[in-house]
């Protein structure tokens, strides 16, 4: 399995963008699939995540109601759109992908692949 992230950019705080996640390989039908973010100097940190039981979600604190986490299975692909973006919002955000889970998890444990991360700075 792997994953590419695309999507992320330079944009100004209020503005939005949209990352995208592609899986390619046999993912199966039960998994959960998150963002996750590290600023510079950061631990990684819990962005989103959204499990293929129900399509449930979780969000981290910070991004809440200004994030959303979307899955296209016929593409296995994932999205995070995100608006109001903030500068605190800069980091490389990553894309994960746990097959042996079917609920949104926090836990960076539970994701099997990650893929390269994707930059997104906002300015101030």
């Known amino acids: 399995v792997q994953l590419q992230a695309s999507g992320g950019g330079l944009v100004q705080a209020g503005g939005s963008l949209r990352l995208s996640c592609a899986a390619s390989g046999r993912t199966g039908s039960s998994y959960v699939m998150g963002w996750f973010r590290q600023a510079p100097g950061k631990d990684r940190e819990f962005v989103a995540a959204?499990?293929?039981?129900?399509?449930?979600?979780k969000y981290g604190d910070s991004v809440k109601g200004r994030f959303t986490i979307s899955t296209d299975n016929a593409k296995k692909t994932m999205y995070l759109q995100m608006n109001s973006l903030r500068p605190e919002d800069t980091a490389v955000y990553s894309c994960a992908l746990g097959l042996s889970g079917r609920y949104a998890s926090t836990d960076q444990s539970r994701y099997n692949y990650w893929g390269r991360g994707t930059l997104v700075t906002v300015s101030s």
């Open positions: 959204v499990g293929s039981h129900y399509e449930t979600t």
